[in-house]
């Protein structure tokens, strides 16, 4: 009788060995995960560098279409 509850007792938990497995799975799961985090930030950091880039290179165009171009042979500055 007291052998059935020793092993009963040793069957309703989980050995250190699968905890240990348990961790290292997870862990790696965690690795992944914030990789795949780091690389979205940098992507969204980028997206927003390009957006301004297209946005001040419109304005630019838009400042210079306002201005108007000279006229073909004109020339200007000291030459």
């Not at 961790?23 to 969204?44: C, E, G, H, N, P």
């Amino acid at each position: 009788m007291i052998q059935s509850d020793r092993t009963d007792r040793a069957r309703a938990g989980f050995t250190l060995l699968e905890v240990m497995i348990a961790m290292a799975i997870l862990s790696l799961v965690a690795v992944a995960f914030l990789r795949a985090q780091a690389s979205s930030v940098r992507l969204v950091d980028e997206s927003v560098q390009i957006s301004m880039a297209t946005l001040l290179a419109k304005e630019r165009m838009a400042e210079l279409e306002s201005r108007g171009f000279p006229e073909p042979g004109d020339n200007s500055g000291t030459g």
